[in-house]
């Protein structure tokens, strides 16, 4: 039996814009269902919410996402979780990091680490935090 573990990250009224932008950093496509769409409208302001919403890419990259309704409890949290994006192309990962730093707070540049060829994080502008590395190696 295989398994796969995809991110789901929660937001209140941005899931779209969120997924949007990561699709464009990353590729792929994106499937948004809203709360209208599954005829499950609680709040007429959050009809067009992202109910279920994911991108998907060749690349294997893969994030789901969807709006909280005001009615649940919800908070953009501290530190709750980083996506990490793994890749042993130098470019790839590159290439990804500079999308993903439009409108970002730089954590941590990418760049050389001790245990890594290149390592950064940053936090998105919708508070995600991502840390993108180079895997090294291993040569135990």
């Known amino acids: 039996m295989a398994i796969t573990t995809t991110t789901h990250l929660n937001f209140r009224g941005a899931a779209r814009e969120a997924l949007d932008f990561y699709r464009s950093v990353f590729g792929g496509r ?24 994911e991108v998907v890419a060749d690349s294997g990259f893969h994030v ?44 941590r540049p990418l760049e050389p680490a001790q245990w890594a060829p290149l390592y950064g994080m940053l936090t998105d502008r919708f508070g995600v935090t991502w840390v993108l590395d180079v895997t090294a190696p291993y040569n135990g």
Do not use: C, H
Not at 31 to 52: F, I, P, R, S
Not at 90 to 99: F, K, V
């Open 30 to 53: 994106v499937v948004a269902v809203t709360y209208k769409d599954a005829g499950n409208v609680q709040d007429e302001n959050e009809a067009d919410w992202v109910m279920w919403g």
């Open 64 to 107: 789901m996402a969807y709006d909280v309704p005001a009615r649940q409890p919800w908070q953009r949290g501290e530190n709750p979780f980083f996506v990490s994006v793994r890749g042993d192309d130098a470019d790839e990962i590159s290439a990804l990091w500079r999308g993903l730093a439009d409108g970002s707070t730089v954590v």
